[in-house]
T-cell receptor, first 116, second 115 residues
């Protein structure tokens, strides 16, 4: 149980285009989803907290207009990188949490974004 | 406020030797503590966690960790390393008083296992 999927696992896009990454909780309802970014050989950096049906809360320094987060249902959150640039290339990981299920966050397998 | 420090960004051990990964935390309220493992180009897998109760917690793959409040530590150990243990390990903390709060991660420790 408590499986989180991400799609796509890898994506290559051209500079200036937008990319959408999906995060799904497959067997539980996620009241909260988190989006992280991980640079090579570094730790995870929290980008934003997404609660179902409400606006995402962004961490300091994260551009909300560039990283659009939507959490329209209890099983799906999306991260859209708008007007992507090479510096947005990174590994993006989501996690999902259900306070009725557990105090744990369940992590997705990650999405490797490469902007050329 | 909470923070996590992992001492040593890289650890190299021989196969069969003890693995010891150090984690110290700071938290203004009782913490929930976690150890995760990450293999290349993959997400995080939970190794073990401490919430309340027994301070020595056992996890998957033969790992265990001990919560020491007086030392604000949650070090991870495995008695005998295997080549499959080569990965990146992250210690993380969240505040028990608000379960589901944001996780704060340490910088990670990369483990290399020499055959």
């Amino acid at each position: 149980g408590a499986v989180v999927s991400q799609h796509p696992s890898r994506v290559i896009c051209k500079s200036g285009t937008s990319v959408k990454i999906e995060c799904r909780s497959l067997d539980f309802q996620a009241t909260t989803m988190f989006w992280y970014r991980q640079f090579p050989k570094q730790s995870l950096m929290l980008m934003a907290t997404s609660n179902e049906g409400s606006k995402a809360t962004y961490e300091q320094g994260v551009e909300k207009d560039k990283f659009l987060i939507n959490h329209a249902s209890l099983t799906l959150s999306t991260l859209t990188v708008t007007s992507a640039h090479p510096e947005d290339s990174s590994f993006y990981i989501c996690s999902a949490f259900d306070r009725l299920l557990s105090y744990e966050q369940y992590f997705g397998p990650g999405t490797r974004l490469t902007v050329t | 406020a909470q923070s996590v420090t992992q001492l040593g960004s890289h650890v190299s051990v021989s196969e069969g030797a003890l693995v010891l990964l150090r984690c110290n935390y700071s938290s203004s309220v009782p913490p929930y503590l976690f150890w995760y493992v990450q293999y290349p180009n993959q997400g995080l897998q939970l190794l073990l966690k401490y919430t309340t109760g027994a301070t020595l917690v056992k996890g998957i793959n033969g790992f265990e960790a001990e919560f020491k409040k007086s030392e604000t530590s949650f070090h991870l150990t495995k008695p005998s390393a295997h080549v499959s243990d080569a990965a990146e390990y992250f210690c993380a903390v969240t505040q028990a008083a608000a379960a589901g709060n944001k996780l704060t991660f340490g910088g990670g420790t990369r483990v290399l296992v020499k055959p």
